[in-house]
């Protein structure tokens, strides 16, 4: 049987950045409705993770009346895992802003924020320098609209969109109810256009070169590149732009030391894939592709056999349990209890089924938390206690 | 008038007084002064107008605002999975040898404090580490040490 072990390795991210005002300026002369087809058409997901439409997103928003609109470009990139938006924002600020003004200029908004983490401070020098000679160009051709930054100040939970917006208004952090979506009732209760930064930069390559260029990469429903961020147990570890749709056995295959383990395709809130699942397991969203699906917000860390898969949920759960914002019982008590939970399973406090029990309130955080934080736990929860059983309880 | 006191007063004309203006104008105190103090609290809720209270309660939620008094150089080390797997956990005892705290400690002489915080996105280049808004990565207990030496330096001159 021949098995090929290729991943497509794609430059279209961190390449082709200097004709920027280029593609601004002709794509603002096409017509709103085109260019939303042609996003449409090149089937773009979210690359923060969830996977929403990108194009009927900024349709929705465009179609939304208001006297003002918003768009923002979520740089709170706080995943354990995950580093791929600062290298964009650091390499390559003008795809995001010309991004921005574009979607701007699609949606009626005449205001764009780019809410960073606090976390990449060091960035604001230099982008702001970027940020002012993009302001610049388009007082020149006469195009109206305004970026500026707004620093997050280390809540992970502020990734969450509406989370995100709560805090850009001076407030807790906390997640609010959706519906209403932000395309509706965002920021200042306004039409709000929030995507991430690696989204906005895989529009800019679709307005340049046309959908059909993204569309013919990756498979059925998950279309086009996407940048991993590879850490863990690897002997290269660094961000990779490839081609979606690419098995976990290829993948490790060419990233992992020999001796790979499990890999966390996700960051904390994400599955982890044990080694005897590696064939089955292929990164793109949920469609038909064979086997299990794995939608990603780019982290893939890299566990071997030298670590010890209770340290490594042991981990997660106290990131979870500092991070939840404590809004809703689900996530709040149910984050505290886990940890508690696998802790006494571990000294031999609690019986072995006491796992199972523990399970179930990872499903219930599943259904009834407000925002993917809590719903996510039971993610990387569920797949370690399934697959490293022993490892929770000797 | 009080520095800070004039700060938010700036900070304030600067933002406009609406509650948007709110997260800027502590960051602006923080950076200035490390912390958030109950008088800056105050101080802030007088000027955006809107209660006290809910100054703090937003105060609170963020862990780059700190409402205690911390040192000159707020030390954050990444405990999150992959930094604690490359060896933080030397790093970390390194910091506290050279600095004799323990985490969530402050140096007698106001100089450092140390703490640990959440994933800071050097992953590929784990343990990593923040003083104030610098970033180290690739760190050891050798090359954390060398950092140290030099910001004590540097700090000294300032002192002088």
Same mark, same amino acid.
């Given at each position: 049987m021949a098995v090929t072990h290729q991943l497509k390795r794609v430059d279209f991210i961190f390449s082709n950045e200097n004709d920027w005002e280029k593609v601004l300026s002709t794509t603002i002369n096409k017509k709103p409705t085109d260019l939303i087809n042609e996003l449409i058409s090149s089937e773009l997901k979210g690359r923060g993770g969830a996977g929403f439409p990108t194009g009927l997103k900024w349709k929705l928003a465009a179609e939304a009346k208001a006297d003002s609109k918003y768009i923002i470009c979520n740089a709170d990139e706080g995943e354990p895992g995950t580093f791929k938006d600062r290298e964009i924002l650091s390499k390559v600020p003008y795809k995001v802003l010309t991004a921005m003004a574009v979607c701007g200029y699609i949606t009626g908004a005449k205001e764009g924020f780019i809410y960073l983490r606090g976390e990449y401070k060091f960035l604001t020098p230099e982008l702001n320098k970027a940020i002012k000679e993009f302001d610049y160009y388009c007082k020149e051709i006469k195009f109206d609209f305004k970026i500026s930054i707004f620093m997050g100040s280390g809540a992970y939970i502020c990734g969450e969109e509406t989370a995100l917006m709560e805090s850009m208004e001076g407030k807790r952090g906390e997640p609010r109810n959706k519906p209403p979506f932000p395309t509706q009732n965002g920021?200042?209760?306004?039409?709000?256009?929030?995507?991430?930064?690696?989204?906005?930069?895989?529009?800019?390559?679709?307005?340049?070169?046309?959908?059909?260029?993204?569309?013919?990469? !990756?498979?059925?429903?998950?279309? !086009?590149?996407?940048?991993?961020?590879?850490?863990?147990?690897?002997?290269?570890?660094?961000?990779?732009?490839?081609?979606? !749709?690419?098995?976990?056995?290829?993948?490790?295959?060419?990233? !992992?030391?020999?001796?790979?383990?499990a890999v966390q395709v996700g960051g904390a809130s994400g599955f982890l894939v044990p080694r005897k699942k590696f064939k089955d397991a292929a990164i793109g969203f949920k469609g038909k592709l064979t086997g299990i699906s794995l939608p990603t917000g780019g982290s893939m860390m890299l566990f071997n056999s030298s670590r010890s898969m209770f340290n490594v949920l042991d981990n997660y759960l106290e990131f979870f349990r500092e991070e939840s914002c404590g809004q809703c019982t689900p996530c709040r008590v149910g984050c505290q209890q886990l940890l508690l939970g696998i802790k006494a399973v571990k000294r031999g406090e609690k019986p072995a089924s006491y796992l199972s029990k523990l399970l179930r309130l990872t499903e219930t955080m599943q259904y009834t938390a407000k925002c993917g934080l809590g719903q996510s736990v039971a993610n990387s929860f569920s797949s370690i206690v399934e697959n490293f059983h022993e490892e929770m309880i000797y | 008038m009080n520095p800070i006191k004039s700060l938010i007063k700036d900070m304030t004309k600067k933002h406009g007084k609406t509650r948007e203006s709110l997260l800027p104008i502590m960051q602006a105190v923080v950076e200035k002064e490390k912390y958030l103090s109950e008088y800056s609290m105050i101080e802030i809720a007088r000027q955006v107008d809107i209660p006290a209270a809910e100054v703090y309660g937003t105060a609170t939620f963020y862990s780059f605002i700190e409402? /205690?008094?911390?040192?000159?150089? @707020? @030390?954050? @080390? #990444?405990?999150?999975?992959? #930094?604690?797997? /490359?060896?933080?956990?030397?790093?970390?005892?390194?910091?506290?040898?050279?600095?004799?705290i323990k985490l969530g400690e402050t140096t007698p002489d106001n100089r450092f404090t140390l703490l640990e915080t959440n994933c800071l996105g050097w992953c590929h280049k784990a343990p990593a580490m923040m003083i104030n808004d610098e970033v180290f990565t690739e760190l050891t207990p050798e090359k954390v040490r060398d950092i140290l030496t030099s910001y004590m330096k540097m700090s000294q001159i300032n002192v002088n």
């Open positions: 920021y200042l209760d306004k039409p709000t256009v929030i995507n991430n930064v690696e989204t906005l930069a895989h529009t800019y390559t679709i307005f340049k070169y046309g959908a059909k260029k993204f569309y013919d990469l !990756g498979v059925q429903y998950s279309r !086009g590149t996407k940048l991993f961020s590879v850490s863990g147990d690897t002997p290269k570890p660094g961000i990779y732009e490839l081609e979606l !749709g690419m098995s976990l056995q290829d993948f490790v295959y060419e990233f !992992g030391d020999g001796d790979t383990k | 409402t /205690k008094p911390t040192g000159r150089y @707020i @030390i954050r @080390i #990444c405990k999150t999975i992959t #930094c604690a797997m /490359k060896g933080k956990n030397q790093v970390l005892f390194a910091i506290q040898n050279m600095l004799k």
